[in-house]
């Protein structure tokens, strides 16, 4: 039984800078003498809060409606008795799925001509009819599989499209990896683990970029690892991995079940994260000590779709 729809926004590239400079005056001043045309921003805000505007009209389901930023996402209570609306770029839907548990998730694309729309299958206009088919338990549902990395004291990171386990800064990331009954020291730019849904995203560039270096170097390029959203599977690939008398780069990719986790100590007395989904202020501290084990996770995100 559904108790209330939670509506998801987020703030515009022109409220962010408002935040940040205290008024639109101010904002626009920036924009300008950085030579960037402030229409485009003015334009981008108001779409989307007409977007917003129409949407809450369609979100009259006859239940409470509950208005919530990205920013306090991480820290909301959701209780499985909502119904969650997400209205924004794709990746708002990504950092959505993490927190929202089992219950459906519609996206909503308020600005069709300057977002793709991938996980926004819905317009404005659309959301009365997904939310009440949700309601009803008619509506279609995506599964999607999600990352997660668990620490030894229970702290755990779940990912839509890809974790990151490395230093925060641009230097080497140190550590021990254990995978497939191998071990060994690495330093490195950091491990990416991608979920099916992200594979077209981060990871597809790691392999444009060996297919490139590949034919620069005359050989015949591989082909590119591929999962689908729901692929119980994950796929892992070290960056740039140096080989050194200390390190080495034996284990330098792979897919990651159930049964065959990725684990990784960390050898950084400082600096190591973990992050998803290029949130870098949503994180784990992985310093010096700290065992992540990595694996799908058993909680999937369900989208609802057309």
């Known amino acids: 039984m559904f108790e209330k729809v939670v509506l998801v926004t987020r703030k515009t590239r022109l409220a962010d800078l408002v935040v940040r400079f205290n008024t639109k005056k101010q904002a626009k001043f920036y924009v300008e003498h ?6 485009g921003f003015e334009a981008e ?12 009209s369609q979100l009259d389901v006859g239940l409470p409606v509950q208005q ?12 499985g008795k909502e119904v969650v609306v997400a209205v924004g770029q794709d990746g708002l839907v990504a950092n959505v799925a993490k927190y929202v548990g089992s219950q459906p998730l519609v996206g909503i694309n308020p600005d069709p001509e300057r977002f793709d729309g991938v996980l926004l299958p819905f317009l404005p206009r659309d959301a009365r009819g997904a939310v009440q088919r949700t309601l009803e338990g008619r509506a279609r549902m995506r599964q999607v599989q999600l990352a997660e990395a668990r620490l030894q004291d229970g702290q755990r990171l779940l990912a839509f499209n890809d974790l990151f386990i490395g230093a ?3 230097v080497s990331a140190r550590y ?9 020291s690495q330093s490195s730019s950091g491990v990416l683990v991608s979920t099916g849904a992200g ?11 060996a297919q490139g270096l590949t034919r620069c170097t005359g050989g015949t390029p591989g082909k590119p690892w591929t999962l689908g959203w729901e692929d ?18 034996d284990i330098v990719g792979g897919f990651v079940t159930a049964q065959a986790e990725l684990v990784l100590e960390s050898r950084m007395p400082q600096g190591g994260v973990i992050f998803s989904d290029g949130m870098e202020e949503d994180f784990l501290t992985f310093g010096a000590g700290a065992t ?11 989208l609802v779709v057309h």
């Not at 021990?176 to 060994?184: A, L, N, P, S």
């Not at 796929?235 to 780069?249: I, K, Q």
């Open 34 to 39: 950085n030579g960037q045309d402030f229409n």
């Open 45 to 56: 805000d108001d779409t989307y809060r007409r977007a917003v505007d129409a949407l809450r």
């Open 68 to 79: 919530v930023d990205r920013s306090l996402v991480p820290t909301f209570l959701f209780t």
């Open 168 to 170: 925060r800064t641009h």
């Open 176 to 184: 021990q990896v254990r995978y497939g009954g191998k071990e060994e």
């Open 199 to 209: 594979s077209s995203g981060w990871l597809s560039s790691v392999f444009a970029l």
């Open 232 to 249: 119980a599977r994950l796929a892992f690939v070290v960056r740039e991995p140096f080989v050194s008398r200390h390190s080495g780069a």
């Open 292 to 302: 992540a084990r990595i694996r799908p996770a058993e909680q999937r995100a369900r």
